[in-house]
């Protein structure tokens, strides 16, 4: 049927390389949404931030309870079917620096760790000791002296 296919598709759904699900989901830790929870109440949470980032982007209106239902009927068939709980994905052994979001960036600065921010320079807190230059520009003419020539 629709709703299996649906179904299907969620539970296959690659949200863990999805960059604007994974910036959602890093907005909402940011924020604390995860604070004081349960390993259940996280996984809760994020199958509900899963369903909602799904139905949007699919058009579907799948509800967890369908989810729930759908996961025990392959369950009892002895089909695995695993969804993607990982909250932020990292970067797969590329080597590169991945592009931090607005809320990783502002977490790791309240946290004091801007050593982890990518392409991050320390400029030192102190004066230049080199001697200042000599100036090299022409001196500007008054408006009388302009007019004079």
């Known amino acids: 049927s629709g709703e299996?296919?649906?179904?299907?598709?969620?539970?296959?759904?690659p949200?863990?390389?999805?960059?604007?699900?994974?910036?959602?989901?890093?907005?909402?830790?940011a924020h604390g949404a995860m604070?004081?929870?349960?390993?259940?109440?996280?996984a809760e949470t994020i199958?509900?931030?899963?369903?909602?980032?799904?139905?949007?982007?699919?058009?579907?209106?799948?509800?967890?309870e369908d989810v729930r239902s759908y996961q025990n009927t392959v369950n009892s068939q002895n089909i695995t079917v695993t969804t993607d709980l990982s909250p932020l994905s990292s970067n797969s052994g590329t080597g590169e620096a991945r592009l931090l979001t607005f809320a990783?960036?502002?977490?790791?600065?309240?946290?004091?760790?801007?050593?982890?921010?990518?392409?991050?320079?320390?400029?030192?807190?102190t004066l230049n000791d080199a001697p200042?230059?000599?100036s090299i520009a022409l001196v500007?003419?008054?408006?009388?002296?302009?007019?004079?020539q």
């Open 132 to 134: 200042p230059s000599a």
């Open 35 to 42: 604070s004081g929870k349960t390993d259940v109440e996280k």
């Open 4 to 13: 299996a296919t649906a179904l299907h598709s969620f539970l296959t759904f």
């Open 140 to 148: 500007r003419k008054k408006p009388w002296e302009i007019d004079n």
């Open 104 to 125: 990783e960036l502002t977490m790791l600065i309240k946290q004091g760790k801007t050593d982890d921010i990518p392409n991050n320079k320390f400029i030192p807190e």
């Open 15 to 29: 949200f863990s390389s999805d960059e604007v699900y994974q910036q959602g989901l890093a907005d909402l830790l």
């Open 47 to 64: 199958l509900r931030t899963q369903l909602f980032y799904f139905n949007r982007m699919a058009g579907q209106n799948l509800t967890i």
